[in-house]
Structure formats: structure tokens, C-alpha cells
């Protein structure tokens, strides 16, 4: 069973600025103590194939998950991670994927703001169909808040 969910939100800096945190290994510094326990590099300088092991809070359901960086377009502005071991994949997903696209706002003439995007693509087994509906926006918004705030904050 194959689905998907996006956020998109638009974020007061220049998309250079916003590419500069979630396009590197800064975005997993800043999540660190936040909404998550910890961020830790396995494996990589945040190009592809760079992997993360992520170490959830208490009570999120999850202890930990590792991802692999599989694109970091720093061109086009398009960060896309697979989880590799642990989260979903230990509750049946054959897989879970989160792209992030960062774009230049097209209503902004200054370019002073920017248009984070962030979509989720999974597929889960059918014998585990009901773990579906554990799959939310709910930590995107989370990631869009604090990452917003950290921009704004060092802007």
C-alpha cells in the first residue's frame, strides 16, 4: 500500500538561506534536543550516502531510525532521505521516504522569502495496511516550526 502526505509553508529568508540549513548536516544540529533526542552522523559529510541515525524522544512511539541521504541536489534545492533501519521499516513499511524542496517564492519580488516543501512517500506491507494511519504531517510541522524559528532567529 503506497501513499504519500505534504506540507509546503513559506518561510521568512531567502531560499539560499534555508538550503544552507536543510540542505547540509546543520538541519539534524538544530532538530537535536528539539524534537529529537539526537542526531548523530554514521556515516558521511552529508552528501548521498551520507546516513543518520535519529534518536527519538520518549513517548514518540519510535526509539530510533537511520537515513540515508539519496539526493542532495544543491542546485535545485532538493534534499531526499530514505530510512534504512529502524521507525517504520520495524512495523512493517517496505519503505519511507521524505523529500525537502526549497524553493524561491514566486509572490516575493525581493526574494526575501522562500517556500519550504516537504513530502513523505511510503509503502507498507498489506499485511500491516493499518500502520498507515501512524503516518502524519505532525513531525513536519514540527521540523518546519523549529527550523523556521532557528532561520528567523539568525536571520
Not at 498489506?126 to 523549529?146: H, K, Q
Request: hydrophobic share 40%; net charge negative; glycine share 10%.
Amino acid at each position: 500500500m503506497f501513499g504519500t502526505l505534504s506540507e509546503e509553508a513559506e518561510v521568512k529568508v531567502p531560499a539560499s538561506k534555508a538550503w544552507a540549513l536543510f540542505g547540509t548536516l546543520e538541519i539534524g544540529k538544530v532538530l537535536a534536543g528539539t524534537t529529537l533526542e539526537a542526531v548523530d552522523v554514521v556515516e558521511g559529510d552529508g552528501g548521498p550516502g551520507t546516513i543518520l541515525k535519529l534518536t527519538f524522544k520518549p513517548g514518540s512511539g519510535f526509539s530510533y531510525c537511520k537515513e540515508k541521504f539519496t539526493t542532495v541536489d544543491n542546485t535545485n534545492m532538493v534534499k531526499v532521505s530514505e530510512a534504512v533501519e529502524g521507525g517504520f521499516l520495524d512495523i512493517g513499511f517496505n519503505f519511507y521516504r521524505l523529500r525537502i524542496e526549497i524553493k524561491e517564492n514566486p509572490k516575493d519580488s525581493s526574494r526575501s522569502s522562500c517556500l519550504l516543501k516537504f513530502t513523505l512517500e511510503y509503502d507498507v506491507k498489506e499485511e500491516f495496511a493499518a500502520n498507515a494511519s501512524l503516518v502524519t504531517t505532525g513531525p513536519l510541522l514540527a521540523i518546519m516550526s523549529v527550523a523556521s524559528e532557528h532561520l528567523l532567529k539568525s536571520n
